[in-house]
C-alpha cells in the first residue's frame, strides 16, 4: 500500500486556469507516476474530468473556495490488477473535500495492487532500515571528520558540507564522460586524495594562522561560515545550478530479501564505508598517531605538555576530515543520487545532528549518531511525509540537547 | 553598460522592502548577539514565522492586515519562548546549531505539501494584498524623485517598512541604555559575574530572545509586504546574510545594523547589475552571466570571513566593547 503523494513542483503555479482556486494531487504507485488515470470532480460550478499527466499529475481550477467538492478516481483507468484500497470505507475512490480560505487544496487516495499483494508493514520496516544504515554508514564518514576537527580544536566546522560536495565534484570532473572520464578504480580514489589536499591546504592557509592568531572560538565558528557561503557558490560557478550524475547510478536494484532493493553500487557503498570506519577506529586506537589525537580531544594542553605536537596532529586530522568527507560526497552522490552545488549544505545539519547525538568531539558518538540518525530519518517516512524526513533528525537533535546535552557517549561535564 | 541604470537601480535598492526586512532582522539579532551574546543561527526561522504568521491570517482566517501583523509577531515571541527555554541553558555553539536546526523544521514544515492548503507548499502564499492596500490614504499616482520614483502601493509599503524601523529602534535604543540593557551586557560579558548579583540571568536572555525574535519576525512581515511569502527566501543563506550585514554594521550598535543592512544590499544590487555587464563586455576572464551573478554570492562569503577575523566590531562598533567574549 502507498500513500498517495501531493509533490507539486515549485514552478507548477496554478495560473493556467481561468479559476482561480484549485484542487490538486498525484497518482502514484511505488513511486512510480501512473499517466492516464481519470478523475472527476464535481460541485459548484459544475463537473470536470481531469487525466493525470507523465509525471502522475493533475490539476483542475474550480471557480469557489469555502465550498465542497466530490473527487471520483475511475477505477477502470488505473493499471491491471490495482486498486484504491482503505479499509475504513466502502468506496475508497470517491473523496469529498471542501476548498477552504486559501483555495487550494489537495486530495489523496491510497492505492495498492488490490489488497492481496501489499508489502507488509514488517516488510517496509526492513527495507527502511537498511535504507537507513547506508545512509547512516555515509553520513558516519563525513561526520567523524566532523566531530574530530571539533574536538582537537574546538571549531564547530560549517564548511565541512562544502568538504563533502567537494568530494564529489572532484569525483565528477575525473571520472565523469563529459570531463576526464578516468576509469572509476582510479578517479574515486585521486578525488579522495583532493578532498584530503583541500582539507591540508585550508589548514595552512587559513586555520593555522587562526590559531596563532588566537581567534575566538565564535570567531572561527563564524569564519568557518564564511568559508561554507564562499566555497558554495564556488562550486556554482564551476558546475552551475543543475545536478550532475556519475556514471552507474541509474544502475537497476536486485531484489535482496523482504522488499529490501540494493543495485550493485549501494552494496559496495555499504561495504567501502564499514572497511573505512573499521580502518579508521583501529588507526585511532592502535597508531601512536591516532592515540596523539585522542590526547589532544581529551586535554590539549596536557597532551602538549607531554610532548605532543599539537600542531602536526591538528594538520592530520583536518587532512583526514577532507578524505571522509570527499569519500562520503562521493558515496552521498550515488545514494541521492546526482551532484549539486549545494548537495553537501543539506546534510551539514544532519551531520551535525549525529555529532551532538553522540557527543560532541567523540569520535565513536559519531558513528553511532550517524547510524541513528540514518535510520530515524529513512524508519520515520513510515509515518510522516517523506519530505518531512530530515525534519525528524533536526528535531531529534534539539530533544536530545534538553535531556542529555552532553550525548549519548559523551561525559557528563562537557555540558552545553 | 549603462553605468545611469546601474547606480539608479543601486540608490533605489537604499528604499527597498528587502533592505528594510534585512535591516529588522539585523537589529532584532543585534539584540540576541550584540547584546545578550546568544548565537543566534536560526533568524532566517524567525523570519519565516513573521512572514507565514501575517499572510495564513489573512488568507486562512481573513483577518485585516494589522491583525495578521500582530498575529505574525506574536507567534515570533511563541516560538523564541518554546526555543529558548530548552536552549538557553546551552553554551554558545550548541546554541547556534540548535538554533539553525529549529530555524530548518520550520522552513520543512512550511514547505511540506502535508499542509498544502494553508501554506501553499513550494508555490508560498500570495494574493493576500487587498486588505494593506485597502488601507493605503495616498491617492493614486506616482511619486518621488529621480530613482526614488514609485507609485501609491510602493509608497504606503515603504512608508509602513520607515516606521516600523523607526518603533524598533526607538524601543531598542530605550532598551539598551537602560539598566535592562545594562545587565545584557554584563551577561554578555561574564554570565557567572551578573548571577553573582543576584540576577535571573536565564529570564534576561528569554527576554532578549523574544524581543529580537519579534523584531525579526517584523522584518519578515516586511520583506513580504510587497509581493510574496516563498519557502524558498527562507534558507540558512538567509540567516548568513543578515549576519553579515549585522557584523558589517556593528553587532553591538543600535544603527550598526540599518547602516550594514543598507550597504549590503546597495553593494548587493550594484554587483547584480554590474557583474553580468561585465560578463557581456567581456571582462571578466570568459564567465558567463549566470556565473557573474554567482560571484556576487562568493564576496558575500569572503567578506564575512575578513570582517571576523579583522573587523569583528563592525563599522560603528567600538573595538574596546568586545562583541566576542572568550
Known amino acids: ?416 | 553598460m549603462d553605468w545611469l541604470q546601474i547606480l539608479s537601480n543601486t540608490a533605489s535598492s537604499i528604499l527597498s522592502p528587502a533592505t528594510m526586512g534585512y535591516a529588522l532582522a539585523a537589529l532584532g539579532l543585534a539584540v540576541h548577539f550584540g547584546y545578550a551574546g546568544l548565537i543566534n543561527m536560526g533568524i532566517a526561522g524567525f523570519m519565516a514565522i513573521g512572514a507565514y504568521g501575517y499572510a495564513i491570517s489573512i488568507l486562512t482566517f481573513g483577518f485585516e492586515w494589522w491583525l495578521a501583523a500582530i498575529i505574525g509577531l506574536v507567534a515570533a515571541a511563541v516560538f523564541a519562548l518554546i526555543l529558548g527555554i530548552p536552549t538557553l541553558r546551552l553554551r554558545g555553539d550548541y546554541l547556534a546549531i540548535v538554533t539553525i536546526a529549529a530555524a530548518e523544521v520550520v522552513r520543512l514544515l512550511f514547505l511540506t505539501t502535508a499542509f498544502d492548503e494553508v501554506t501553499g507548499s513550494a508555490d508560498g502564499l500570495s494574493g493576500y494584498h487587498a486588505s494593506f492596500r485597502a488601507s493605503n490614504p495616498l491617492p493614486e499616482g506616482t511619486y518621488g524623485f529621480g530613482p526614488w520614483t514609485y507609485n501609491d502601493t510602493g509608497w504606503w509599503v515603504r512608508i509602513m517598512g520607515l516606521v516600523t524601523i523607526g518603533i524598533a529602534v526607538l524601543v531598542v535604543w530605550m532598551l539598551t541604555h537602560s539598566p535592562w540593557g545594562r545587565v545584557l551586557k554584563g551577561i554578555r560579558e561574564d554570565e557567572d559575574a551578573v548571577r553573582s548579583l543576584g540576577k535571573n540571568v536565564f529570564s534576561y536572555k528569554l527576554q532578549a530572545l523574544v524581543l529580537g525574535g519579534v523584531l525579526a519576525a517584523a522584518g519578515g512581515i516586511v520583506y513580504a509586504l510587497p509581493s510574496a511569502v516563498s519557502p524558498g527566501v527562507y534558507v540558512t543563506s538567509l540567516t548568513f546574510f543578515v549576519w553579515t550585514a549585522l557584523l558589517l554594521g556593528g553587532a553591538a550598535t543600535v544603527f550598526g545594523p540599518l547602516l550594514g543592512s543598507l550597504i549590503f544590499w546597495a553593494l548587493q544590487t550594484f554587483l547584480s547589475n554590474v557583474l553580468p555587464a561585465l560578463a557581456q563586455a567581456g571582462l571578466l576572464f570568459g564567465l558567463s552571466q549566470i556565473q557573474a551573478g554567482t560571484l556576487r554570492f562568493i564576496l558575500v562569503g569572503v567578506a564575512l570571513m575578513l570582517l571576523v577575523i579583522f573587523m569583528p566590531q563592525g563599522l560603528l562598533g567600538n573595538k574596546k566593547e568586545l562583541t566576542f567574549v572568550k
Do not use: C
Open chain 1, 1 to 416: 500500500m502507498m500513500l498517495l503523494g501531493l509533490f507539486l513542483p515549485a514552478a507548477s503555479a496554478y495560473a493556467d486556469d481561468d479559476d482561480p482556486y484549485r484542487i490538486s494531487g498525484n497518482v502514484q504507485l511505488d513511486g512510480e507516476p501512473l499517466e492516464g488515470v481519470r478523475l472527476t470532480i464535481d460541485g459548484p460550478g459544475g463537473e470536470q474530468e481531469v487525466e493525470t499527466d507523465e509525471n502522475g499529475q493533475w490539476r483542475v481550477g474550480v471557480p469557489e473556495r469555502n465550498a465542497d467538492y466530490t473527487v471520483t478516481l475511475d477505477e477502470e483507468t488505473l493499471p491491471e490488477g490495482i486498486a484504491v484500497v482503505d479499509p475504513e470505507d466502502e468506496t475508497p475512490n470517491v473523496k469529498d473535500v471542501t476548498v477552504g480560505p486559501g483555495g487550494r487544496v489537495t486530495v489523496n487516495f491510497f492505492i495498492g495492487e488490490g489488497q492481496r499483494n501489499v508489502t507488509s508493514f514488517f516488510d517496509q520496516l526492513v527495507a527502511r532500515v537498511v535504507q537507513g544504515l547506508s545512509f547512516g554508514l555515509m553520513l558516519a564518514l563525513a561526520a567523524v571528520g566532523l566531530s574530530l576537527v571539533y574536538g582537537t580544536t574546538g571549531i564547530s566546522n560549517f564548511a565541512h558540507g562544502e568538504m563533502v560536495t567537494f568530494g564529489a565534484i572532484a569525483a565528477v570532473f575525473l571520472v565523469g564522460p563529459a570531463s576526464l572520464a578516468l576509469p572509476w578504480w582510479l578517479g574515486y580514489p585521486f578525488a579522495v586524495i583532493l578532498s584530503a589536499l583541500l582539507g591540508l591546504v585550508l589548514d595552512v592557509i587559513l586555520w593555522r594562522p587562526l590559531r596563532r592568531k588566537r581567534v575566538g572560538l565564535v570567531q572561527l565558528m563564524i569564519v568557518s561560515i564564511g568559508l561554507s557561503l564562499a566555497l558554495r557558490y564556488i562550486f556554482q560557478l564551476f558546475i552551475g545550478g543543475g545536478t550532475r550524475q556519475l556514471p552507474g547510478a541509474s544502475d537497476p536494484k536486485i531484489p535482496l530479501f523482504g522488499a529490501v532493493q540494493l543495485s550493485v553500487i549501494d552494496m559496495t557503498s555499504i561495504a567501502i564505508a564499514i572497511v573505512v570506519i573499521v580502518a579508521f577506529a583501529l588507526w585511532l586506537t592502535r597508531s601512536r598517531l591516532g592515540k596523539a589525537t585522542r590526547a589532544i580531544s581529551d586535554n590539549p594542553s596536557l597532551a602538549a605538555a607531554s610532548g605532543i605536537d599539537v600542531d602536526f596532529v591538528v594538520r592530520v586530522v583536518w587532512t583526514l576530515a577532507g578524505g571522509l568527507a570527499g569519500l562520503a560526497g562521493i558515496l552521498y552522490a550515488y545514494y541521492r543520487p546526482g551532484i549539486k552545488w549545494d548537495m553537501g549544505a543539506q546534510v551539514l545539519l544532519l551531520m551535525f545532528s549525529a555529532v551532538v547525538l553522540g557527543g560532541l568531539g567523540t569520535a565513536f558518538g559519531a558513528l553511532v549518531g550517524a547510524l541513528i540518525v540514518g535510520v530515524l530519518v529513512e524508519v520515520s517516512t513510515l509515518w510522516i511525509p517523506a519530505d518531512l524526513k530530515y525534519a525528524s533528525a533536526l528535531f531529534i537533535l534539539i530533544v536530545i540537547l534538553l535531556f542529555r546535552p552532553q550525548g549519548i557517549l559523551g561525559r557528563r561535564e562537557r555540558i552545553g
